[in-house]
């Protein structure tokens, strides 16, 4: 049973690192911002409504974040783990999904935080941007987001370590290098 969630600085490799994490551990890789953009790209509504936080670098309310979540943690294919990746990014959040999981029977095995240093990630966001054209990644809406990381997600980080689950890599170095490194805090 690998029930994780992955946390770290906008920029900091974590949606690659989560592909690889959810592969190796064969659990359901559960990113909240993609399910965002996957509902903008089909037209809903929840894309529609996330679409106006997102392009300014704000956190969708947890009206919209929460239910989602929920239902996406009953699916079966979480009966031997999931990985978050985005969630939770509030303390509210972390009250939320403590209930969410509390409800389904689920615990959580370890926070794997990829810490980088926050110069470094925003070069690499304004790289990405000019590659892939992502609508959040203009360079006032990184540093926006960055801020935002600092203020609202930071601070859950303490709490999940007074729990005992956090595991830190270092995600400055390559793909394969971070991936190791994750894979080790993991236990193997
Ligand atoms: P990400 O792909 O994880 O960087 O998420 C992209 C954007 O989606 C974020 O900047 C937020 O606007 C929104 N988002 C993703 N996850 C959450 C969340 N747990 N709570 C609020 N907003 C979120």
Do not use: C, W
Not at 2 to 28: D, F, N, V
Not at 48 to 67: F, H, I
Not at 148 to 167: K, M, N, S, W
């Amino acid at each position: 049973m690998t029930s994780l969630i992955l946390i770290g600085p906008p920029g900091a490799g974590k949606g690659t690192q989560a592909t690889l994490i959810a592969e190796r551990y064969s659990i359901p890789h559960i990113s909240t911002g993609a399910i965002f953009r996957a509902n903008l790209a089909e037209g809903t509504e929840l894309g529609v409504e996330a679409q106006k936080y997102m392009e300014r670098g704000e956190y969708v309310p947890d009206s919209l974040t929460n239910s989602m979540v929920g239902n996406r943690l009953a699916q079966p294919d979480t009966a031997n783990g999931f990985l978050l990746d985005g969630y939770p990014r509030t303390l509210a959040q972390v009250d939320e999904l403590d209930a969410i999981l509390a409800d389904l029977g689920k615990t959580l095995d370890a926070v794997v935080e990829i810490t980088a240093d926050v110069e470094e990630v925003t070069q690499r966001l304004l790289a990405r941007a000019a590659k892939e054209g992502r609508a959040d990644d203009t360079e006032d809406v990184i540093r926006r987001r960055m801020v935002v990381y600092a203020e609202q997600t930071e601070p859950i980080i303490a709490v999940y370590t007074e729990r005992g689950l956090v595991r830190k890599a270092d995600g400055m170095g390559t793909i394969d290098e971070v991936h190791a490194r994750i894979v080790a805090v993991l236990g193997g």
